[in-house]
């Protein structure tokens, strides 16, 4: 099965700064790659899928980019509204696997 | 509006069996792979299994294969979870997920475009 592992786990940040999220597959997926929001108590929400193509209603703010093994989800200016935790998902084959997980605290 | 609806929360003991379910409404719910999601407390998201409801085609991860069954009614447009016995380790946030549309896929599967709130399940020795 395809791995994917994410970097950092935890990421202390502060309102207007920009981050960035890093997702490594174990194996090529292309670009078949989703990344998701998830706030406590709720659903994932669809960030962006196809490594870069922003999901309708998503902010402009967020933007994913890579092909292959390596991947990255930017925020371009965090608001207090993207503090959560966000999750890679490869779908390049029917058995999806997630990543672990990135945790955006506020710094 | 498309919508994935979700049984409510579940409180049981280790041993006793257990049917989940997700309406789907708002799309052509026989037209849709539906998938479920387990996620444990404080953990990150693991993919089930998948079932197409037109022809009942099902999938299982490995992991959750022979533990857990997935099925669905066309005529409800629901699909189900179930466990024959449960563990305390089966404690987890279950969610159901929708396909995306095609533009959404890969040749063999596809980002998730819909989830369901979520239930959440307590099993107690």
């Known amino acids: 099965d395809i791995q994917m592992t994410q970097s950092p786990s935890t990421l202390s940040a502060s309102v207007g700064d920009r981050v960035t999220i890093t997702c490594r597959a174990s194996?090529?997926?292309?670009?078949?790659l989703a990344w998701y929001q998830q706030k406590p108590g709720k659903a994932p929400n669809l960030l962006i899928y196809?490594?870069?193509s922003l999901e309708r209603g998503v902010p402009s703010r967020f933007s994913g980019r890579g092909s292959g093994t390596e991947f990255t989800l930017t925020i371009s200016s965090l608001q207090p509204d993207d503090f959560a935790t966000y999750y890679c998902?490869?779908?390049?084959?029917?058995?999806?696997?997630f990543g672990q997980g990135t945790k955006v605290e506020i710094k | 509006e498309v919508q994935l609806v979700q049984s409510g929360v579940e409180v049981k003991k280790s041993g006793e069996s257990l049917k989940i379910s997700c309406k789907g409404s708002g799309y052509l719910f026989n037209s849709y792979w539906i998938a479920w999601v387990r996620q444990m407390p404080g953990k990150g998201l693991e993919w089930m299994g998948v079932i197409y409801p037109e022809d009942s085609d099902t999938r299982y991860s490995p992991s959750f294969q022979g533990q857990v069954t997935i099925s669905a009614d066309k005529s409800s447009s629901t699909a189900y979870l179930q466990w024959s016995s449960l563990k305390t380790s089966d404690t987890a946030m279950y969610f159901c997920?929708?396909?995306?549309?095609?533009?959404?896929?890969?040749?063999?599967?596809?980002?998730?475009?819909?989830w369901g709130q979520g239930t959440l399940v307590t099993v107690s020795s």
């Open positions: 196809k490594a870069s």
């Open positions: 998902q490869q779908y390049n084959t029917y058995w999806w696997t």
């Open positions: 194996q090529s997926i292309s670009t078949w």
């Open positions: 997920v929708r396909h995306g549309h095609a533009g959404y896929c890969s040749s063999s599967s596809c980002a998730i475009d819909y």
